[in-house]
């Protein structure tokens, strides 16, 4: 820990260092805008960050330029969240989970089985009285966040047991993000939830430290874990969005119509890269099946669902000022439910 603090405030001063050196060049005065993620160059992120980039430096480049930094560049999720909040970078992508040590409101959209399908998900995501009191919850820590992106749905996949209930979860070491309400879910579905971050997941499959993890089809390609890990199985626990933050004092430094401008550059990202999410996780789910033997596996979805109501009691109750937000969410569900019911 304490040696990820000192990495954390070395590539702060570095990046500031390099910051006044092409800010303070003699012909180029424009302010760099640097905006890092833990995602690939393939993935739908960073299409639509490069698109957004795009947009920002065509309606701006007289005085921005928009530089994105994929693949953990600039340090893990939580690593880039403390970048922005100093102000060392303007912006990065981080998942809600990871968000929820930094306001506890975040906790809501790490609530297993919150939404009772993907559009229910979509249409709250989309509405302001929804996500507004979360987005700005981080204000006084120096940031708030300015759009949501798609991360898919969150299951289960493992090296050599395929997941059909929650007992066979029992005794096995799961990667979980570095959330407390993502350990809770763990202990109640009676995995042994095993936190770290996202770039270290392959190497921990690989070497036999953890048995499996959770995430959304494209871990299993674009970052291999699909190579080690043989079975996928459909429990659908959660819908954890990504989140865009941006360095506060930075967006307020923005005169009225820069900001018009970068605000119709969030929308932008957001569409492009939801447009980019569907066709991804097709292919993805495609290339695992047919390339590298991932066996597919669609499990009876109630015995988790169960197991894991315990979370929304003590969370609700560990902040009642969430629970206006966790009613609008119930409606979305009612408008939108599960192709089950
Ligand atoms: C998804 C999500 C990332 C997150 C990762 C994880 O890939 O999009 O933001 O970091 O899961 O499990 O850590």
């Known amino acids: 820990m304490k040696t990820r603090k000192k990495w954390v405030i070395l590539l702060s001063v570095m990046l500031l260092a390099v910051s006044c050196l092409s800010g303070c060049g003699q012909n180029d005065q424009r302010r760099i805008v640097r905006i890092g993620h833990n995602?690939?160059?393939?993935?739908?992120t960073h299409i639509g960050l490069t698109?957004?980039?795009?947009?920002?430096?065509?309606?701006?480049?007289?005085?921005?330029?928009?530089?994105?930094?994929?693949?953990?560049?600039?340090?893990?999720q939580t690593d880039m969240v403390q970048l922005t909040q100093t102000g060392a970078i303007d912006f990065c992508v981080a998942s809600n989970a990871i968000l929820e040590t930094f306001s506890k409101n975040y906790e809501?959209?790490?609530?297993?089985?919150?939404?009772?399908?993907?559009?229910?998900?979509?249409?709250?995501?989309?509405?302001?009285?929804?996500?507004?009191?979360?987005?700005?919850?981080?204000?006084?820590?120096?940031?708030?966040?300015?759009?949501?992106?798609?991360?898919?749905?969150?299951?289960?996949?493992?090296?050599?047991k395929p997941i059909e209930s929650p007992a066979d979860l029992k005794g096995l070491k799961i990667r979980v993000q570095q959330s407390p309400t993502n350990i809770e879910m763990m202990n109640l579905l009676g995995g042994s939830a095993t936190p770290m971050s996202f770039g270290e997941v392959y190497t921990s499959l690989q070497s036999n430290i953890i048995d499996g993890a959770e995430n959304n089809e494209m871990a299993l390609t674009d970052n291999g874990h699909g190579d080690v890990c043989k079975y996928y199985s459909y429990d659908m626990h959660q819908m954890v969005p990504d989140i865009l933050i941006g360095n506060?004092?930075?967006?307020?430094?923005?005169s009225e119509e820069e900001l018009a401008i970068f605000e119709e550059g969030f929308k932008l990202l957001n569409s492009v890269q939801r447009e980019e999410w569907v066709k991804a996780v097709e292919n993805a789910k495609d290339k695992a099946q047919?390339?590298?033997?991932?066996?597919?596996?669609?499990?009876?979805?109630?015995?988790?669902?169960?197991?894991?109501?315990?979370?929304?009691?003590?969370?609700?109750?560990?902040?009642?000022?969430?629970?206006?937000?966790?009613?609008?969410?119930?409606?979305?569900?009612?408008?939108?439910?599960?192709?089950?019911?």
């Open 39 to 44: 995602q690939s160059t393939n993935h739908p």
């Open 248 to 254: 506060l004092a930075f967006l307020e430094e923005l």
């Open 108 to 160: 809501i959209f790490n609530l297993p089985y919150l939404f009772a399908s993907a559009e229910a998900y979509h249409a709250a995501m989309d509405d302001p009285t929804v996500t507004d009191p979360i987005f700005t919850a981080t204000e006084k820590a120096g940031f708030k966040a300015v759009t949501w992106l798609d991360a898919g749905t969150r299951n289960f996949y493992t090296v050599n």
């Open 290 to 341: 047919n390339e590298q033997g991932v066996v597919f596996i669609y499990p009876d979805q109630e015995p988790f669902v169960e197991a894991c109501k315990p979370l929304h009691e003590s969370v609700l109750s560990g902040n009642p000022d969430i629970q206006p937000i966790y009613d609008m969410i119930q409606e979305y569900n009612v408008l939108y439910p599960s192709v089950e019911e």
């Open 51 to 76: 698109a957004f980039a795009e947009f920002i430096n065509e309606q701006l480049g007289d005085k921005y330029v928009v530089e994105v930094y994929p693949s953990e560049l600039l340090g893990s």
